[in-house]
């Protein structure tokens, strides 16, 4: 498996839909890491997402990596705009 097969992109979807989405990589799939994405307002919820999964439904999960990033590009008006964005690395205790 590649990293892209493991990676949970956060969006619109209700909450609870990526939490089972992460626990079912890990569970059915048997991921050893899971990427959780995400980007501007949605950030945070990539952040309650990855300690519900590792808190609440596996107890065996850390947080191995978080990259933080911003893009830069230009709207449709033309104008430059900055978008952070955050990849949390969850993996499987030993």
């Known amino acids: 498996m590649t990293d892209n097969d493991n990676s949970i992109?956060?969006?619109?979807?209700?909450?609870?839909?990526y939490v089972t989405a992460v626990v079912m990589q890990f569970t059915t799939k048997n991921a050893k890491t899971v990427i959780v994405k995400a980007r501007g307002k949605f950030i945070a919820k990539a952040v309650d997402i990855s300690e519900v999964a590792s808190k609440r439904f596996l107890d065996n999960l850390a947080a191995s990596k978080v990259k933080i990033d911003s893009e830069e590009f230009k709207n449709d008006e033309g104008k430059d705009i900055r978008v952070s964005s955050i990849e949390i690395t969850l993996t499987k205790k030993k």
């Open 9 to 17: 992109f956060v969006g619109n979807k209700p909450f609870m839909n």
